[in-house]
């Protein structure tokens, strides 16, 4: 089933849909709790997936402008075992709330042109790259599970990564983000 036959069906007839977006990307919603929240109990990494799927449906209005449905539901995920992570740490989130709408806006717009910058970097990688890239530090896979899963050595992995790392890092300077 399509992204866009998976939004209709959630649009139509929620029960089937979302049965259907559970069925389709639930193995990799689990994947990212459960790489984020290593050593975490069992129990944790469910609630953190069920929890995805539960933000994804009270987000579900913003579908159409994502683009693809499951690269926000695996942004939705990893924010869900980070929240859970803190909530079982006792993590205070580092950002203070400010008040000030006009701080809030200009740092929205940086954010927003950092995350393009990021984007750009992260397409531009030859694919073999952004695969290792991406499973890294999206899906936070281990250096082991990706050598593995690419069928390299570790090295190899560990060496692509400090790589891009450093590329991507110059593209965030050239783009004018203060690292």
Do not use: Q
Not at 28 to 56: H, M, P, Q, W, Y
Not at 66 to 89: D, E, H, Q, W
Not at 170 to 175: F, Q, R, T, V
């Amino acid at each position: 089933m399509t992204d866009d036959e998976l939004i209709t069906l959630l649009s139509n007839e929620p029960e089937r849909g979302f049965k259907a977006l559970v069925e389709e990307y639930g193995g990799v919603v689990k994947t990212v709790c459960k790489n984020t929240l290593s050593g975490f109990s069992r129990e944790d990494i469910e609630e953190a997936a069920a929890d995805s799927f539960i933000g994804l449906w009270r987000s579900r209005e913003r579908l159409a402008e994502a683009a693809s449905l499951k690269g926000y539901l695996i942004g939705i995920a990893r924010n869900c075992a980070l929240n859970k992570m803190r909530a079982v740490l006792k993590i205070a989130p580092t950002a203070a709330i400010d008040s000030d709408i006009d701080t809030d806006l200009t740092d929205e717009i940086t954010r927003r042109a950092n995350i393009e910058i990021v984007r750009k970097a992260i397409a531009e990688m030859p694919p073999f790259e952004r695969e290792i890239f991406v499973r890294r530090y999206y899906l936070y896979e281990p250096v082991k599970s990706i050598a593995h899963h690419i069928g390299c050595n570790e090295k190899k992995v560990e060496n692509t990564l400090h790589r891009y790392k450093e590329k991507l890092k110059a593209e965030l300077i050239k783009g004018g983000i203060n690292i």
